[in-house]
C-alpha cells in the first residue's frame, strides 16, 4: 500500500511542478500557445497521423527542455546568488539547449505545414 501511496505523491509533484511552471514562466507560456496554435493548424488542414506524432514529440520535446531549463535555473540561482561565471556559462547553455529545440521544431513544423498553406490557398 506504501508504494501506491508514493505513486501517486509522485504524479501529484510532477502536476504541481507543470502547473508551477506554467503559471511563472513566460517562455514556457509562449511555447504552449505556440502548442495550441500548431493543433488548430494541424486540426484545420486535417494533418496526417504521422504528422500528428511527429508534432506531439516535438511539443513535448520543447516544452519538457523548458521545463528543465527552469529546473536548472532556479537551482543556479539558489546554489550562486552571487554572479559566478561558471553559473551563468549553466544558465546560457540549458537555455541555448531549449532555443535549439524550438528552432528545430520550428523547422519541421513548416516542413510540415508550408506544403499544406500551398496547396489550401494557391
Given amino acids: 500500500m506504501e508504494k501506491k501511496k508514493s505513486l501517486i505523491h ?8 507543470i502547473l508551477t511552471a506554467l503559471k511563472k514562466e513566460r517562455n514556457l ?5 505556440i502548442m495550441l496554435l ?8 486535417k494533418i496526417s497521423v ?7 514529440i516535438l511539443f513535448g520535446f520543447v516544452i519538457s527542455l523548458e521545463m528543465v531549463n527552469t529546473a536548472i535555473e532556479t537551482t543556479v540561482d539558489i546554489a550562486m546568488p552571487e554572479f559566478n561565471e561558471k553559473a ?10 531549449v532555443l535549439i529545440s524550438a528552432i528545430t521544431s520550428a523547422i519541421i513544423g513548416l516542413m510540415i505545414f508550408i506544403p499544406k498553406i500551398i496547396m489550401n490557398f494557391l
Fill in 50 to 56: 504521422t504528422d500528428w506524432i511527429i508534432c506531439i
Fill in 10 to 17: 509522485s504524479f501529484g509533484y510532477a502536476i504541481r511542478g
Fill in 88 to 97: 551563468k556559462i549553466a544558465k546560457d547553455v540549458s537555455a541555448g539547449a
Fill in 29 to 33: 507560456k509562449i511555447h504552449v500557445v
Fill in 38 to 45: 500548431v493543433i488548430l493548424a494541424g486540426i484545420y488542414f
